[in-house]
């Protein structure tokens, strides 16, 4: 049970896993429980002065350490004063050079993986970005009323959480606020409330320490309301050109998109969607105010209106979980209901869905979640947000496509005095510019939240479009470079795993420069009407087939949608011979998941970056620099769907549990032996886990690709290219493992049976032990162009007379 009293802070710097050994050989009772340390970690690595040279080693120099927050209750007043006591004598012996007191090494290794160990505090409770967010709030209405969260400490036992109600409402009555919502969701250990308070009560709080509601012991966080508040884009004078009539729609509906209300009647759309409504009706939007969710649905369905694309065949659900105001523009989660609420509500619909009465979300796999907490960027733990849609993702098998966040803040260009010299610059001159200080100010331009779900598939937007238009006056930032466009929020996530995972189209934006006060200029993006992708919209005048322009990771994620819908057609024809569709499978979502990702790649813009960020002499942290620009790279779904002479992609899918190690045998064709022309094997691993939202790693169970004999380094005659692609210590960190392999010398760990690779796991925490996670494997195998070889062909054969030896040797399937 939580004791706040009781609680301990511990930031941590460096490697969570080290930290994670030194506290369990102390045999600590942690609150936030036990967790099952890396087993490439040993005892004899945690010297103390060793862990002090690894710490210097990761941080940035042009940064403060970083530290995730850690808590722990210990079990009595004198235990914590006395280990308070043990942090403080550490610190003053280290200042001398001295060494661990005899007996006490084990708990100074401990110590040396802090920044800083303190009692729970008021400090911990407020949520970093609050005080500006309740400036923000008043800056125009001095006098308003603000909405804040307050998240409790959750109890499992139902009287404490009730009384800790009880004790907010009874403040909330003394200094004249209100609680306007009240969520409970026990299966991700949440009890939060939604507020209002008088202005100069919520001034007060953020100002002052003592003041009564900052101090609620059984409050763990005080935050900005979570809300989307999406940006109105510019409507055009343009109609839609004519897409024919709606086709007949064949298989079943497997998307579902959380967002606005949509005009469901605009030619775009009409036939084409299922509205489902929940918390939001259709007379709480007005048609005007139905951006958002008609953009989504338009791109989901066709793509980017600009080009002429086969719409989807198959039907797209949506709920609505925006309002609108008659008097603007802009839509927002509803006001006075706790946003992680609506969402829940709005999944519970679709896994509770009735097949009779709602057969359009029977078979939902694909969640698209174009929506991100305006006031909260992603920052040490999980929100609940996350939480809630990892938790909905492993236990009810859905894939959820989440946009990254934009970020529209202003940052510094020190290499120019001013804007007009920026403008006047040339263009190749502004890019490589602009790619650098996005780089140095990507600690300001996180990803928002919930975009650092770990199962979930983050997409960041790329600066293209369809637009047959330039700029016009406008400044393009990258003219030469398909770079993330200058709004995508960059990585990365939970303890450093690869967020975003990939980069599709979002659209241009231009680059405006402004002078700052004492010289220097800044930038950011700035919305263009003649650039951005063409999308359904709403009408003043209710003109059925009227169309805007709009740019943003949104668009990328619902694009992103799009293929994996699209890849379900594919996935269909090849499980068409099992006897239960894929759709029923426990590993549907990861299947998607593995494919989406499997054609990404950094491509040339990954060689520009490499260049871009050479003052980085450690090649490990320039990698990591370009996939929190990228991720794994832009998709390109074309290499799964389609097969080729000198190409097959095989996919394999299963459940695993914690120490078990599937092996799996590929047939490597002879044309791949037995000449020396340039071949590459490409590795994608997707899996969902179980979350811990109350541990260390969060992440339930992890996941390894290995060979044969349980190694990393896989065959002779092929290795992994550092240079094109994340490190693969960033890759492991998440659930999605994407690794390319690549050589021209004979493989010689193959023979007549083929070569072997594995699929380890490893629970986090011993209560999942015998927890089984499902995974999907896609592994595309691939020969020069110049060499016709009929690839495809000879592992079919292959895979076919080996199909009977799935339960023992695990073969894949073509795709």
């Given at each position: 049970?939580?004791?706040?009293?009781?609680?301990?802070?511990?930031?941590?710097?460096?490697?969570?896993?080290?930290?994670?050994?030194?506290?369990?050989?102390?045999?600590?009772?942690?609150?936030?429980?036990?967790?099952?340390?890396?087993?490439?970690?040993?005892?004899?690595?945690?010297?103390?002065?060793?862990?002090?040279?690894?710490?210097?080693?990761?941080?940035?120099?042009?940064?403060?350490?970083?530290?995730?927050?850690?808590?722990?209750?210990?079990?009595?007043?004198?235990?914590?004063?006395?280990?308070?006591?043990?942090?403080?004598?550490?610190?003053?012996?280290?200042?001398?050079?001295?060494?661990?007191?005899?007996?006490?090494?084990?708990?100074?290794?401990?110590?040396?993986?802090?920044?800083?160990?303190?009692?729970?505090?008021?400090?911990?409770?407020?949520?970093?970005?609050?005080?500006?967010?309740?400036?923000?709030?008043?800056?125009?209405?001095?006098?308003?009323?603000?909405?804040?969260?307050?998240?409790?400490?959750?109890?499992?036992?139902?009287?404490?959480?009730?009384?800790?109600?009880?004790?907010?409402?009874?403040?909330?009555?003394?200094?004249?606020?209100?609680?306007?919502?009240?969520?409970?969701?026990?299966?991700?250990?949440?009890?939060?409330?939604?507020?209002?308070?008088?202005?100069?009560?919520?001034?007060?709080?953020?100002?002052?320490?003592?003041?009564?509601?900052?101090?609620?012991?059984?409050?763990?966080?005080?935050?900005?309301?979570?809300?989307?508040?999406?940006?109105?884009?510019?409507?055009?004078?343009?109609?839609?050109?004519?897409?024919?009539?709606?086709?007949?729609?064949?298989?079943?509906?497997?998307?579902?998109?959380?967002?606005?209300?949509?005009?469901?009647?605009?030619?775009?759309?009409?036939?084409?969607?299922?509205?489902?409504?929940?918390?939001?009706?259709?007379?709480?939007?007005?048609?005007?105010?139905?951006?958002?969710?008609?953009?989504?649905?338009?791109?989901?369905?066709?793509g980017d209106l600009h080009k002429d694309q086969p719409a989807l065949t198959r039907k797209?659900?949506?709920?609505?979980?925006?309002?609108?105001?008659?008097?603007?523009?802009?839509?927002?989660?509803?006001?006075?209901?706790?946003?992680?609420?609506?969402?829940?509500?709005?999944?519970?619909?679709?896994?509770?869905?009735?097949?009779?009465?709602?057969?359009?979300?029977?078979?939902?796999?694909?969640?698209n979640h174009s929506l991100g907490d305006t006031f909260a960027p992603f920052a040490r733990?999980?929100?609940?947000?996350?939480?809630?849609?990892?938790?909905?993702?492993?236990?009810?098998?859905?894939?959820?496509?989440?946009?990254?966040?934009?970020?529209?803040?202003?940052?510094?260009?020190?290499?120019?005095?001013?804007?007009?010299?920026?403008?006047?610059?040339?263009?190749?001159?502004?890019?490589?510019?602009?790619?650098?200080?996005?780089?140095?100010?990507?600690?300001?331009?996180?990803?928002?939240?919930?975009?650092?779900?770990?199962?979930?598939?983050?997409?960041?937007?790329?600066?293209?479009?369809?637009?047959?238009?330039?700029?016009?006056?406008?400044?393009?930032?990258?003219?030469?470079?398909?770079?993330?466009?200058?709004?995508?929020?960059?990585?990365?996530?939970?303890?450093?795993?690869?967020?975003?995972?990939?980069?599709?189209?979002?659209?241009?934006?231009?680059?405006?420069?402004?002078?700052?006060?004492?010289?220097?200029?800044?930038?950011?993006?700035?919305?263009?009407?003649?650039?951005?992708?063409?999308?359904?919209?709403?009408?003043?005048?209710?003109?059925?087939?009227?169309?805007?322009?709009?740019?943003?990771?949104?668009?990328?994620?619902?694009?992103?949608?799009?293929?994996?819908?699209?890849?379900?057609?594919?996935?269909?024809?090849?499980?068409?011979?099992?006897?239960?569709?894929?759709?029923?499978?426990?590993?549907?979502?990861?299947?998607?998941?593995?494919?989406?990702?499997?054609?990404?790649?950094?491509?040339?813009?990954?060689?520009?970056?490499?260049?871009?960020?050479?003052?980085?002499?450690?090649?490990?942290?320039?990698?990591?620099?370009?996939?929190?620009?990228?991720?794994?790279?832009?998709?390109?779904?074309?290499?799964?769907?389609?097969?080729?002479?000198?190409?097959?992609?095989?996919?394999?899918?299963?459940?695993?549990?914690?120490?078990?190690?599937?092996?799996?045998?590929?047939?490597?064709?002879?044309?791949?032996?037995?000449?020396?022309?340039?071949?590459?094997?490409?590795?994608?691993?997707?899996?969902?886990?179980?979350?811990?939202?109350?541990?260390?790693?969060?992440?339930?169970?992890?996941?390894?690709?290995?060979?044969?004999?349980?190694?990393?380094?896989?065959?002779?005659?092929?290795?992994?290219?550092?240079?094109?692609?994340?490190?693969?210590?960033?890759?492991?960190?998440?659930?999605?493992?994407?690794?390319?392999?690549?050589?021209?010398?004979?493989?010689?760990a193959a023979n007549a049976d083929g070569i072997f690779v594995c699929v380890q796991a490893?629970?986090?925490?011993?209560?999942?032990?015998?927890?089984?996670?499902?995974?999907?494997?896609?592994?595309?195998?691939?020969?020069?162009?110049?060499?016709?070889?009929?690839?495809?062909?000879?592992?079919?054969?292959?895979?076919?007379?080996?199909?009977?030896?799935?339960?023992?040797?695990?073969?894949?399937?073509?795709?």
């Amino acid at each position: 049970m939580v004791v706040p009293e009781r609680a301990l802070v511990f930031e941590v710097s460096g490697s969570i896993e080290r930290f994670d050994v030194a506290v369990q050989a102390l045999g600590f009772n942690w609150l936030i429980e036990e967790e099952l340390p890396d087993a490439s970690v040993t005892e004899a690595e945690l010297d103390g002065e060793q862990l002090m040279e690894d710490l210097a080693d990761v941080t940035d120099e042009s940064a403060a350490p970083k530290a995730q927050v850690m808590y722990m209750t210990m079990p009595t007043q004198e235990s914590l004063s006395k280990l308070l006591a043990q942090w403080k004598a550490f610190k003053k012996e280290k200042l001398l050079g001295g060494k661990a007191p005899r007996g006490l090494a084990p708990l100074w290794n401990m110590f040396s993986c802090l920044l800083d160990l303190r009692t729970w505090s008021v400090r911990d409770r407020m949520d970093p970005s609050i005080a500006r967010y309740v400036k923000a709030m008043l800056e125009e209405e001095p006098d308003r009323e603000v909405l804040i969260e307050f998240n409790f400490w959750y109890r499992k036992d139902e009287r404490q959480r009730d009384r800790a109600v009880a004790t907010l409402d009874a403040l909330l009555e003394q200094t004249g606020g209100a609680r306007v919502d009240f969520v409970e969701i026990h299966e991700i250990g949440y009890q939060g409330a939604l507020v209002r308070l008088p202005a100069a009560v919520a001034l007060d709080m953020v100002q002052r320490s003592d003041a009564s509601l900052a101090r609620l012991d059984d409050v763990m966080s005080i935050r900005p309301q979570s809300a989307y508040l999406p940006s109105a884009d510019r409507p055009q004078d343009a109609n839609l050109r004519d897409l024919g009539d709606v086709p007949v729609l064949t298989g079943p509906c497997v998307a579902a998109i959380l967002d606005g209300y949509p005009v469901a009647g605009h030619a775009a759309l009409q036939g084409r969607l299922a509205v489902h409504e929940v918390d939001v009706k259709t007379a709480d939007v007005p048609v005007s105010s139905r951006h958002h969710g008609t953009a989504m649905a338009s791109l989901v369905l066709h793509g980017d209106l600009h080009k002429d694309q086969p719409a989807l065949t198959r039907k797209v659900a949506l709920i609505p979980v925006l309002t609108g105001d008659p008097q603007s523009p802009q839509e927002s989660t509803p006001r006075n209901k706790l946003a992680i609420g609506v969402i829940h509500r709005a999944l519970q619909a679709i896994v509770n869905a009735d097949p009779q009465a709602q057969p359009d979300l029977r078979h939902v796999t694909i969640v698209n979640h174009s929506l991100g907490d305006t006031f909260a960027p992603f920052a040490r733990r999980p929100s609940p947000w996350a939480a809630l849609l990892d938790y909905y993702s492993f236990t009810h098998r859905l894939l959820f496509v989440i946009s990254a966040g934009n970020i529209f803040s202003a940052f510094p260009l020190n290499q120019y005095n001013d804007a007009a010299e920026f403008e006047a610059a040339e263009a190749a001159e502004r890019e490589a510019v602009i790619i650098t200080s996005l780089e140095a100010s990507k600690g300001q331009r996180g990803i928002l939240s919930p975009a650092e779900s770990i199962n979930g598939l983050t997409v960041g937007a790329a600066h293209v479009d369809e637009s047959p238009e330039n700029f016009g006056a406008g400044i393009d930032p990258y003219p030469t470079q398909q770079m993330p466009n200058l709004a995508s929020a960059l990585g990365f996530g939970v303890n450093k795993s690869l967020k975003p995972d990939l980069l599709h189209p979002g659209g241009r934006f231009a680059v405006v420069a402004s002078n700052v006060d004492g010289g220097g200029v800044t930038v950011s993006p700035n919305r263009s009407v003649r650039v951005g992708q063409l999308v359904a919209a709403p009408s003043t005048t209710g003109n059925l087939r009227h169309t805007t322009r709009m740019a943003g990771t949104s668009n990328a994620a619902a694009l992103v949608t799009r293929a994996g819908v699209q890849l379900a057609d594919a996935v269909d024809l090849a499980y068409a011979g099992d006897a239960t569709t894929w759709l029923n499978k426990r590993t549907r979502a990861v299947i998607l998941k593995a494919l989406l990702a499997h054609g990404s790649s950094w491509g040339d813009i990954g060689d520009t970056l490499e260049e871009s960020f050479k003052h980085q002499e450690n090649w490990q942290r320039r990698r990591d620099a370009i996939a929190k620009l990228l991720g794994y790279g832009n998709l390109d779904i074309t290499r799964v769907i389609s097969g080729d002479d000198n190409r097959i992609t095989l996919l394999a899918d299963d459940e695993i549990a914690h120490d078990e190690r599937h092996e799996y045998r590929l047939p490597i064709p002879k044309a791949m032996l037995n000449n020396k022309e340039l071949r590459t094997i490409t590795m994608t691993l997707a899996w969902a886990t179980p979350i811990l939202p109350t541990t260390i790693d969060y992440r339930g169970v992890s996941l390894r690709l290995v060979s044969g004999t349980g190694k990393g380094d896989f065959w002779d005659g092929v290795e992994r290219d550092k240079s094109t692609q994340p490190t693969i210590t960033t890759c492991e960190k998440g659930t999605l493992v994407h690794v390319k392999l690549s050589g021209s010398t004979l493989l010689e760990a193959a023979n007549a049976d083929g070569i072997f690779v594995c699929v380890q796991a490893m629970s986090r925490h011993r209560s999942l032990n015998k927890q089984p996670v499902p995974y999907a494997l896609a592994i595309t195998m691939e020969m020069a162009q110049s060499v016709r070889t009929g690839l495809y062909q000879e592992v079919q054969q292959a895979i076919a007379a080996r199909a009977q030896q799935r339960d023992t040797v695990r073969a894949g399937r073509a795709a």
